[in-house]
């Protein structure tokens, strides 16, 4: 799966990760995400004393996106200070599908090492709207 922007991705997901605010955890998180309209918005983790109140980089990336006015989201680059891919957390999943089910994840490590998939792949069985359609 080939996109264009992935080292720009790959860029500002590091540099988002460099701020992640990980004090707890000490694990830190950047991500980006590429929108349909061509732009790139950056997220980190910020981790909060109480644990629910954290934010994940990948829903702060949507965040950003939908901001700046993006309603759909063709990639994702979510990098890890891990020596491997770490992919993303279920509620973010879930979160992601909302934005395109189809969407390419890069899960990228410290070293380089990266693995790919589509979000559909990682989680085969969103629930969504239709589900409510009875």
Known sequence: M????YPLLLEKASEAMQNAYAP???FKVGAAVLGSKGGIYAGCNVENSSYPVGMCAERGAIAAAVVAGETQITALVIVTDTDTPCPPCG??????????KNMVVFMVARNGVT??????ELLPKQ???????H
Not at 127 to 133: A, E, G, I, P, V
């Open 2 to 5: 080939e996109i264009t922007d």
């Open 24 to 26: 707890y955890s000490r």
């Open 91 to 100: 509620m973010c999943r879930q979160a992601l599908s909302e934005f395109d």
């Open 115 to 120: 693995d790919v998939s589509t979000l559909k």
């Open 127 to 133: 629930f969504d709207q239709t589900l409510l359609n």
